[in-house]
């Protein structure tokens, strides 16, 4: 059973994401796991369960559901359009 | 010998052709090199809803971009046989016609100049994060969206 405390995190966010945040970063609790993570997200910002969204911990691409730490940055990366 | 310096890749603004002409002078002393690829990204006024494309505004995750480019441009080297690469991207507003992407392969013959600046735009394109917000004529935006 997962009795893990909540930590908290800084979440940064870009393109339209940050436009749905309403800021450039915030601080959230969650439980320790990337998971736990989108879930209270997408409870907070519903307009985020339509997008497209790529998760990042502390600068690398997340693609499974790994753990987290206190003060992780995760990062909310919408598809990439530079060039 | 192979040069493989990090380099500035951020410009604020567009990248203006007169700082194109001088990267490619600096390169005259390399006597070396036998062939330079170029590419230029130049903003396309499209039409999106009836309204003409203006202007991208640029943004990017520089913490997570940085070393990303660092390893695109390491593989780069490992696959083709340069003697040095250069990449350069906006950031902030770029109009119409300006440049907003400028990359430079230089080699002793054509084939890896050529193959490896092509190979590099894509990289680029696919894996750094970086995104464009669109500013159409009635002041209204969108988000780009890459072919």
Known sequence: MNVSNPI???LVAFGVLQEIIG???IFISCDPNLESCKENLIKQYPALAKQAIQYAINHQLASENIALTNGSEIALLPPFSGG | MEEKKKKKVFIDGPISAQFIADSISKHSSKKN???H???LGQIRQDKIND???IAIEYTCYKEMAEPILDA???DCFVKYPLTCLHIYHSLGLVNAGEICLFVFTSSAHRQAAIEAC???VERIKK???IWGKEILSDTSSVWKNNQ
């Open chain 1, 8 to 10: 908290q995190i800084k």
């Open chain 1, 23 to 25: 800021a450039p970063s």
């Open chain 2, 33 to 35: 090199i036998g062939a």
């Open chain 2, 37 to 39: 690829n170029i590419f």
């Open chain 2, 51 to 53: 309204e003409q494309v």
């Open chain 2, 72 to 74: 695109i441009r390491e």
């Open chain 2, 118 to 120: 092509s190979y590099l």
């Open chain 2, 127 to 129: 894996e750094v994060p």
